[in-house]
């Protein structure tokens, strides 16, 4: 049974340009989050997707922004990247709109140069 | 609203000892709680979760946490350190948004 996947595991890019994230959910898992962990600090909320819409969204910018596809799978979003974007960001899946567990994926480690 | 307080960035103990990380939340409704722990270049990964019920949740690797809500508490115990236990430890509150927030984490140390 897959857990959450992402891709890729690390990734540098340069002020001002754009990139983009992806997650695969656990197996049976339709809802994804993602969240912003900068060094030393616990996870922040960015936004989270079910049913291919984003359901809540967390105190980021508009450069921030989602998609969720129709086999659950999610790609994050960030334009013109700032040096403070610099941070692991993780997905995570769950079941439904309930208070089920997160489960991580192992992030993705985003270097702005 | 929500939010949670881990008193104590880092925590060093020696092998064999009590393990107690604190954890103080608020919530304006009755929360569910959450302890996560991650490895170094890993993900999170689910402790323990208290819902409603027994106060006293046990978790995986011999670690449990007591709810006291005249506290607003859930700290995390174990009562023999390990070195495989030395990871980051972090306490999730949901008080009804369904979208947990987070502590700012604390660094388990454990000498041998």
Request: neutral net charge; hydrophobic residues 30%.
């Amino acid at each position: 049974d897959a857990g959450v996947t992402q891709s890729p595991t690390h990734l540098i890019k340069t002020r001002g340009q754009q990139v983009t994230l992806r997650c695969s959910p656990k197996s049976g898992h339709d809802t994804v989050s993602w969240y912003q962990q900068a060094l030393g600090q616990g996870p922040q909320f960015i936004f989270q997707y079910y049913e291919e819409e984003e359901r809540q969204r967390g105190n980021f910018p508009d450069r921030f922004s989602g998609h969720q596809f129709p086999n659950y799978s999610s790609e994050l979003n960030v334009n013109a990247l700032l040096l403070g974007d610099s941070a692991l960001y993780l997905c995570a899946s769950s079941l439904g709109r309930d208070n089920s567990p997160l489960h991580f994926g192992n992030g993705t480690r985003l270097t702005v140069t | 609203a929500q939010s949670v307080t881990q008193l104590g960035s880092h925590v060093s103990v020696s092998e064999g000892a009590l393990v107690l990380l604190r954890c103080n939340y608020s919530s304006s409704v009755p929360p569910y709680l959450f302890w996560y722990v991650q490895y170094p270049n890993q993900g999170l990964q689910l402790l323990l979760k208290y819902t409603t019920g027994a106060t006293l949740v046990k978790g995986i690797n011999g670690f449990e946490a007591e709810f006291k809500k005249s506290e607003t508490s859930f700290h995390l115990t174990k009562p023999s350190a390990h070195m495989s236990d030395a990871a980051e430890y972090f306490c999730a509150v949901n008080g009804g948004s369904y979208i947990p927030t987070f502590g700012r984490g604390t660094s388990l140390i454990v000498h041998p």
